[in-house]
């Protein structure tokens, strides 16, 4: 805006040995105007550099964060959820049932990684209360072994003292602390910790038990629960009656095929099927859903805004009428002084577009870069454009109007 300014200064000098120009007139006239068009643009820039803002940080699962180890879904497919705990794997459980030949394959075409899990409430943000008892999920060997996701924050201690990532909650740092992972963003804003700090969970038995965050994952499948080695699970927590969390590691050409075998089975156990992406999209509504709440409210005080800008428009159009008039009575044709009106005044609500989507592209350009997110043209330039195609419109009809009819009275004047 400061340039804005700036070029409008340098505009107001007249120009010496310099021809005579429609663009130039049209500068001269912006600059005439010059606090007003400054505000006008200020006006138009801000609107649209919360819109953008707003509307970049909107999220939706890419379908390469389904296959990647480390993307949000860890490369798993399916997330599987029993209200029964199973004493056995999923694939056991289900052959104890009864699979036909062509069943077995598909489920042996899959590779299923159990987890036990603590009753408790969810951290995640479906969760509105602050939850009294926060939910673990116990990780079984070939999980950890597995590997995968993407991680915010580590203990550099306890990295080292395990040799690798997952390894850390295996590590046994004694006394009645147990090393636990958990989403970075659940637990700054549902449990409001941070890495190294402890957090208190009770048991069944009454007694508590100290977990210890060594290590904050990115968003991603696990926001809900607090996650610990199937070893210390055990020991602090009992079997919790068997399994009830499987994470589904399967070809994407059989997925489909491997969720009707699981749905037919799933009244047996009281399965609970769902693609990760599903997952993933549960916990990405809530934050779209205040994004786009901000971005309707934006979109209201843009519109009002624009409102003030179109009527501050046509209060200069009104002003311009007796150059008009000279202009006419000149010799030049009365569409003329319109189309100079309507290049002059655009560029005002065009110059706060630009701006604003500059600015606004500049400050989540950062996060965009590191999350490696698609940008939403759509959106970004919907604000802009709107208020660009509105100004035009509302200067177009008032030139008209200031244009048609006898100019003799303006003339007059001027």
């Not at 480390?70 to 199973?86: E, M, R, T």
Request: glycine share 10%.
């Amino acid at each position: 805006l400061g340039a804005f300014a700036g070029l409008l200064a340098r505009w107001r000098t007249p120009g010496e040995g310099r021809g005579l120009s429609r663009a130039r007139l049209a500068r001269r006239g912006l600059a005439r105007y010059w606090l007003r068009n400054l505000l006008v643009a200020g006006v138009v820039a801000c609107a649209v550099f919360l819109l953008i803002t707003v509307a970049a940080n909107e999220r939706r699962v890419r379908p390469e964060e389904l296959t990647d180890r480390n993307s949000p879904s860890g490369g798993f497919a399916l997330w599987v959820q029993s209200a029964l705990p199973l004493r056995t794997s999923l694939p056991n459980a289900l052959d104890e049932l009864g699979m036909k030949g062509r069943e077995k394959e598909v489920v042996a075409r899959a590779r299923f990684f159990p987890c036990r899990l603590s009753d408790g409430d969810g951290v995640s943000c479906l969760n509105v209360q602050q939850p009294a008892v926060p939910r673990v999920l116990g990780l079984s060997a070939s999980l950890i072994r597995r590997g995968g996701f993407r991680f915010r924050a580590l203990d550099a201690q306890q990295h080292a003292a395990a040799g690798s990532t997952w390894g850390m909650l295996e590590l046994d740092p004694g006394s009645d602390v147990i090393p636990a992972f958990a989403d970075a963003d659940s637990a700054r804003w549902i449990l409001h910790k941070s890495l190294g700090d402890e957090i208190t969970v009770p048991t069944a038995t009454g007694r508590t038990v100290r977990l210890r965050l060594v290590g904050l994952l990115e968003p991603s499948v696990f926001a809900g629960e607090l996650l610990i080695s199937e070893r210390h699970f055990l020991r602090r927590f009992g079997d919790g009656g068997g399994y009830r969390v499987f994470l589904v590691d399967v070809p994407p050409g059989n997925r489909a095929e491997l969720v009707q075998v699981l749905r037919r089975y799933a009244p047996e156990f009281g399965l609970n099927i769902r693609t990760t992406a599903e997952v993933l999209q549960s916990f990405l509504s809530v934050q779209n859903t205040y994004l786009a709440t901000f971005g309707t409210l934006g979109g209201i005080a843009l519109a009002l805004g624009m409102l003030g800008v179109v009527l501050l428009l046509l209060r200069q159009v009104e002003e311009r009428r007796s150059d008009i008039a000279l202009q006419v009575a000149l010799g030049a044709p009365r569409r003329l002084p319109a189309l100079l009106l309507v290049r002059e005044t655009v560029q005002v609500p065009a110059a706060g577009a630009c701006i604003g989507v500059a600015c606004g592209l500049a400050a989540v350009a950062p996060h965009l870069l590191r999350e490696h997110l698609p940008v939403p043209w759509g959106n970004v330039l919907l604000a802009p454009v709107g208020a660009v195609l509105l100004g035009a419109a509302a200067v177009s009809f008032a030139a008209w109007f200031a244009c048609r009819g006898s100019l003799l009275e303006a003339l007059r004047s001027e």
